[in-house]
């Protein structure tokens, strides 16, 4: 089973991406391989996350590219707006899967198989808000490993 963790009641979810990303590429141990990041999301978000990962920290650089940017084989975080695009295939890496949408994936067990950790970032937004519950649901009820990081209360 996967641990599917949920970071629930974000104020900012793209600014919390950034630092969520920062942190969990970042905390790769010495000598050790680099944890890769794949992000799903809807294309305006993911279009103005590529901005923000540029320009949030003038001291951090967070490697990143789309999926189909003919780098993204090599780069250790890759955005796409489809779960199950054809072109995830030929990207090698996929340690976290970190979700900023509120679709459900069509096929939870080619997700889980793929991703060893996958992070629901859900906003304070109502419509969010209960997406985010019937994702919950939804995985528990297919047996995940799930947790719970509420956001309101940092």
Known sequence: MARIDFHSNVADKLEYACRLTRKI???TPAGQAVR???MVGEKADLQK???LLWTFSSSDFLPHCFLDDEAAAETPIVLTDDFSSPALSSVPHADVMI???MRMPQDVAALVA???RIVEVVAVDEVERLAGRE???AYRDLGHDLHNFDQSKS
């Open 135 to 137: 994702r919950y649901k």
């Open 36 to 38: 890769n990041i794949v």
């Open 99 to 101: 979700h900023l949408g």
């Open 114 to 116: 793929r991703f060893p």
């Open 25 to 27: 590429w970042s905390a």
């Open 49 to 51: 996350l590529d901005e």
